[in-house]
């Protein structure tokens, strides 16, 4: 059995699910108790609205019992939603019940009570006075309403098919009703008398409370684990497998929470106050704000996700009203409105969503790119502001930005796979309709009857309209398997001109124009089975059509009778869910390629900080010089390798968001290319290959174009090329001019190596977002997989495309062209090394802005060599506060933008404001924002450079030997020493 099939089997069970009669029943229920469910949320809302000025208006205008209103409202919705669901899935099953045995109805309402009544004599009853607690008849409660609901309704029809325990009594004055509850008292009699000796024997037990015993199980395997990672994501999977089956998963795993997160989150918040490190990355504060928005199973990427896609009709309205509780992270809407509740089709990405997005940002915390967790919000504080509290700063609330986003990912797929399923059962409602027709259950089955028997009745009066103009694919055959009559579409897809041309062919002919003979003879076989055991048939079918086109059909084939219940043959209905199968697969194919590129990432992020971890630890032990040395060369490559992945996240995101750009300018293309070589040349050294360059001298030596966008491609395609060609291969560059015209130039670069080549059914994922050749590449190699995706957008963006040749053991030829314009020539600029002799800066004062203590602990060692002062400052404010109390003193500044209380750009606006039309102070940004629109922003505040992060020496003293005005410096130590003016 093929990987395909597993995945398409795996659907089609999760479909099977959805589609079952009692799921479909509990999801009705679920949708009915909504008005319940959203006048409890808003109540919620009104009593816990995170705004203090909110909070005092209503106590001032109330005063202290404000919240009555709310909560009132509360213990009538919410605090009671158990019962209420009890009651609404015991109507529906027996409704069900109703359409398919209609000659032993049961009054509906019966049964609804018979299930809230036996829930309630199941819950343990408070000391006083036998009260029901309202701790287990609210959403607590709510798995068990669902499991006994079911139960006693089940229950209650066995013992109501035994005819001899129904009452009879007909009453002229009661009407119909007292002989529903006549029926019903001796088989609900029992069912009560059942779950009462149910109770009985559990407390015999020593188990007096049911929801007690099942909360402390689903805890127990919690008992003694300590807070890591394997136990926040255990955490994770059972609260949201939980909330799936109706448990309310956060109050089910309290004491876990209790024992194990909350002390993690005070001790931080101990920590942060005495000025240490926080010792607890998993806290109360770290699942609420990074994992739960929008609430249990990060249900506002869901929600997302539902107004992304098209379709969705009824989905998207409960999506709109359940919006605003989800902001405040309130989603009882959601879960119980679409519903998420035991709804197969969301299992899968509301249970991983979690998990992803736990293992996300516990490696954002490792990597120190997010703050631990320290103050904790209020739980209904929303998305961005929550953030902001948890971490201190910025990042938590990007963090929580990016989660978002991938959730929405993970859920992406899945709502198409919804969105498909439901056009699927609206296609399948005919065929639907005639199953029901043939066994005349209840309303539906009285209506398709009748149908089935009109057009039965229009083919002997040779009045065909209704057939003829029924939607789909839809037909009859005779007892002799010839055609009767059928629907246009029919005719079109088989290949006729009307439906009068295939009256009396028989199937084998119909079908001939357009289907194999395989199949003809197989649907021959069904139908004649049919006819055998008086039973209609459904199923799908793959079918490739004598036109070359591959489709999936879904089949109903069902008895034609007569209302005196003589056959006349055969209806059959085709639906076409090609469409649906590919929205399956693709769902599928985007899941797996998802978590392979997750689990890649993984890899490319661990192994260099695996290196760098190590190698500090060798270092910090090792008392010998040149060991200390080589382990900081390792640390410096590890570190460069790591930021090149970190580039290659950065770059594929915002080509996904459309918002990468080129940067137009004039450049030399021989420099170019030499620049290309000087940066690649000494991997080319390493591995003893052969590298040749050839340029046409037809190229304008000056162009218009992206130069740094073409480099970044050039070496890309050198860097494979070096890594999948042995040692002592042989790799060229050649760049031609494919066309001048006016100006305009078509530029042919190729980059052939004599590697190990690419077979051509691999080729096709090359340049596909997080695909590689093969699965094995990565392992072998390493690397990302996004290098080729992200240089296809790049040449594609310059008017050009990107193309292989290869084959298997004779290397490969990468090509690419671009078109770019004839350039004007511009000065040659020297790119040496910039190197400051030491303590040629003592004349100088610098104020450093920066919040992190060793980004400032960095710049001051890179710059004590050169003997300038140097002050700090931890925030915008206090930049500001130093500034203007002395700014003679300071003669350049270097300014996070980043920062809490006040960031860089709010600070240097101020300090621009302060200085008026005066002479200004150099201001240089110093941030890990990098992208074009981030330099503009720098720009726009009146800052007067930037400098990336990490740190590169090179741009740093480049900067201050720019904006001090002390021109180019030698590293000759007998040159002069640069003065302030």
Known sequence: MTKGSYAKSFVFFWIKIANSEKLSIIRTAL?????????????????????????????????????????????????????????????????????????????????????????????????LDWAIPYNWVGVNGL??????????????????????????????????????????????????????FLKIFMTSLGYQDIHALIYRAISLPFKDMGNTLPTALLYNLARNLLWFFGIHGANALEPVMTELYIPAMEANQAAIAL??????????????????????????????????????????????ISLFPAIFNINEPLLFGIPIVLNPIYF????????????????????????VSGDAAEWTTPMLISGYVASGSIAGSLMQLFNLAV????????????????????????GEMIRAGKTGAGEVGAISQVLVNDLLDSIKKNEHSLLKNTPGVTFMLDLEMRFLQGSEKTAALLGFKDVQEMTGLSLKEIFSQAMPDSWTNDILKRCLGVLANLEPVDFEEKVMLNNGTETVFQLTITLAEEQDSVCRGVVIVMNDVSELHHAREEAINASRAKGAFLTNMSHEMRTPMNAIIGMTAIAKKSSDVKKKDYALDKIDEASAHLLGVINDILDMSKIEAGKLELSIIDFD?????????????????????????????????????????????????????????????????????????????????????????????????????FEQADSSTSRKFGGTGLGLAISKRIVELMGGRIWIESEPGKGSVFTFTIAVKEGKPIEAVETATVSIPDGSLG??????????????????????????????????????????????????????????????????????????????????????????????????AGMNGHVGKPLVTNEVMAALSSHLGIGPISSDPQAKAPSKQ
Request: glycine residues 6%.
């Open 843 to 940: 004349s100088f004062h610098i104020l450093l802005a920066e919040d992190v203590e060793i980004n400032r602990e960095i710049l001051l060692a890179l710059l004590e060599p050169t003997g300038v002062a140097m002050d700090c400052a931890e925030n915008g404010r206090q930049a500001v506060e130093r500034f203007t109390a002395n700014p003679d003193r300071y003669d350049l500044i270097f300014m996070d933008v980043q920062m809490p209380e006040m960031d860089g750009y709010e600070a240097t606006r101020q300090i621009r404001a302060f200085e008026g039309s005066e002479k200004h102070v150099p201001i240089i940004a110093m941030t890990a924002n990098v992208f074009r629109e981030d330099i503009e922003r720098c720009l726009a």
């Open 31 to 127: 949708t009915l108790s909504l008005p319940v469910v959203i006048a409890g949320a808003a109540a919620v809302l009104i009593n816990n609205f995170p705004v203090p000025i909110y909070q005092e208006l209503m106590l001032r205008i109330f005063g202290e019992g404000w919240r009555t209103f709310g909560g009132t409202i509360w213990n009538g919705t919410l605090a009671v939603l158990s019962p209420v669901m009890a009651f609404s899935i015991g109507y529906s099953i027996v409704e069900r019940w109703n359409l398919k045995n209609p000659q032993d109805a049961v009054h509906p309402v019966i049964s609804g009570l018979l299930s809230f009544c036996c829930l309630l004599l199941l819950t343990e009853s408070s000391a």
């Open 275 to 320: 000025g240490e490190k926080a010792p607890f990355i998993f806290t109360k504060t770290f699942f609420d704000t990074y994992i739960s928005m929008g609430g249990a199973g990060n249900t506002l990427s869901l929600l997302i996700a539902l107004f992304a896609v098209r379709g969705q009709n009824s989905n998207r309205r409960i999506a709109q």
């Open 407 to 430: 959730g929405f990912c993970i859920y992406l797929p899945f709502v198409h796979l919804a969105e498909r399923l439901r056009r699927y059962r609206f296609n399948a409602s005919y």
């Open 143 to 196: 798995f068990l309403g669902i499991v006994v609901s079911i139960i006693s309704s089940e229950l209650f029809l066995r013992f109501y098919r035994i005819r001899r325990l129904r009452l009879n009594f007909i009453s002229e004055d009661a009407g119909i009703t007292i002989t529903y509850v006549f029926a019903a008292l001796v088989p609900s009699m029992l069912t009560f008398s059942v779950f009462s």
């Open 669 to 769: 293309f021989k420099k170019m290319i030499q620049k290309v070589q000087t940066v690649t040349g000494f991997r080319f050294r390493e591995k003893g290959q052969h590298f040749a360059v050839r340029i046409d001298e037809r190229i304008p030596p000056f162009l218009l174009g992206d130069d740094q966008r073409i480099t970044q491609v050039i070496v890309n395609l050198l860097s494979n090329a070096v890594k999948f060609t042995p040692e002592g291969g042989s790799i060229s560059l050649e760049a031609d001019c494919a066309e001048m015209e006016n100006g305009a130039c078509i530029i042919r670069i190729a980059v052939s190596d004599t590697g190990i080549g690419i077979e051509k059914a691999q080729q096709e994922k090359l340049f596909t977002s």
């Open 348 to 371: 899968i990405p509301f249970i991983a969503s979690p998990l992803v997005l736990t293992v996300i940002s516990w490696g954002a915390v490792r990597l120190g790119i997010l703050p």
